[in-house]
């Protein structure tokens, strides 16, 4: 099994940052590529940032330039830092993993429970 937990959403005033956190655990051999997703009532879940195995990353246009994705190989956790938030940014953000399991080698992609990042003053 392979686990995604989400932290660091929350409540935050037009302008304002969070750091969104998510860590992996479980039978992992290694990722592919790990990224944030965010579904707003009445929407379509949508890809916000990703970032693959070889440090690529790709955005949203809606947030490129304010937030940036990165991750930490050695706690196979990834992060979105988001910057000046808009109340359009309001959703629930979900991380995703795409990798292959540890000892069967089979591959993996897995999603966490979401957290919910309310932008509003």
């Known amino acids: 099994q392979v686990h995604l937990v989400e932290s660091g959403g929350g409540l935050v005033q037009p302008g304002g940052s969070l750091r969104l956190s998510c860590a992996a655990s479980?039978?992992?051999?290694?990722?592919?590529?790990m990224g944030w997703y965010r579904q707003a009532p009445g929407k379509q879940r949508e890809l916000v940032a990703r970032?693959?195995?070889?440090?690529?990353?790709n955005y949203a246009d809606s947030v490129r330039g304010r937030f940036t994705i990165s991750k930490d190989n050695a706690k196979n956790t990834v992060y979105l830092q988001m910057n000046s938030l808009k109340p359009e940014d309001t959703a629930r953000y979900y991380c995703?993993?795409?990798?292959?399991?540890?000892?069967?080698?089979?591959?993996?992609?897995?999603w966490g429970q979401g957290t919910q990042v309310t932008v509003s003053s």
């Open positions: 970032i693959t195995s070889g440090g690529s990353k």
């Open positions: 479980g039978s992992i051999s290694s990722f592919n590529a």
């Open positions: 995703n993993a795409e990798g292959i399991r540890r000892y069967s080698y089979q591959p993996f992609d897995v």
